[in-house]
């Protein structure tokens, strides 16, 4: 399925029935991520690849998190989704409280995998735009390098040679103008802080006990700020702690997922 925005065009699939889940991923990553979440069940799953990434074409103009977190809404009116279960994977999970800074009414539960609420630091911001640079002149390769051993365990990077190349298959398919896109908007973003007070559906707060971007400090800070949120830690997984260890990640989701009832 596809939508056509002002910059953007929004391709997404869908699979199964019931609460719709709205999963957004990560960078630079696309749908296929969240491939292992597809087999929970009593759940209609939308899987956006952001633009740029995964089917979806380079955007033709900046976009800004609020952009992306456009598109998600847009793709909720195209499915004729009232209210949806939002996802998001770290960028994924920017976007996500994005969506609901902007139309709280439009979540009837929120998931916050591997992600975070703060902002850049000068730092983290300028990293972003000498990556930008590199892009500009090499590619997507030093990109693709430089994350890869952050994503998974050192265990899973020693032990399943698939799991790495599954990863970065996927990294393999985000197209420069994508990837420079999402460095801007991430550096750009707003600091969230002041939404997780205000967020008033069921939110479960996820991460990998071993992510080293976004550690377990930074969801247990947004899990006491967010009204009666849950955390869960997944273990042995870092920072893809949905696909390193979909087993038990899936299980805490279904059982969150059982208990959201769709606003009418
Ligand atoms: C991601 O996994 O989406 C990125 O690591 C987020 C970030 O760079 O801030």
Redesign the pocket.
């Known amino acids: 399925m596809q939508i056509e925005l002002a910059h953007s065009t929004w391709r997404w699939t869908e699979k199964g029935s019931g609460t719709p889940v709205v999963w957004i991923?990560?960078?630079?990553?696309s749908a296929r991520v969240y491939d292992a979440q597809t087999s929970i069940e009593g759940v209609r799953h939308i899987l956006p690849d952001l633009p740029g990434f995964g089917d979806s074409p380079a955007p033709s103009a900046p976009l800004s998190i609020d952009d992306y977190a456009g598109g998600i809404l847009a793709i909720m009116d195209a499915a004729g989704v009232r209210s949806a279960v939002v996802a998001g994977?770290?960028?994924?999970?920017?976007v996500a409280l994005a969506v609901a800074r902007l139309a709280m009414e439009r979540l009837c539960g929120l998931i916050l995998i591997?992600?975070?609420e703060t902002p850049?630091s000068d730092a983290?911001r300028q990293g972003?735009m000498d990556s930008i640079e590199k892009v500009e002149t090499a590619g997507t390769g030093s990109v693709i390098e430089g994350?890869l051993p952050?994503?998974l365990t050192e265990q899973t990077a020693r032990e399943k040679r698939e799991t790495v190349d599954q990863v970065r298959t996927i990294m393999e398919s985000a197209s420069a103008e994508g990837v420079k896109a999402?460095?801007r908007a991430?550096a750009e973003r707003p600091d969230a802080s002041a939404v997780l007070p205000r967020i008033e559906v069921p939110t479960l707060v996820i991460v990998g006990r071993e992510d080293s971007?976004?550690p377990p400090s930074d969801s247990e800070r947004m899990r006491q700020a967010i009204p009666g949120a849950e955390l869960v830690l997944i273990d042995k997984a870092a920072?893809?702690s949905n696909l390193e260890n979909a087993e038990e990640f899936n299980r805490a989701a279904a059982k969150f997922l059982a208990g959201i009832e769709p606003r009418r």
């Open positions: 991923h990560g960078f630079p990553l994977l770290s960028m994924g999970g920017y591997d992600t975070k850049d983290a972003r994350m952050k994503m999402a460095f991430m971007i976004t920072h893809l």
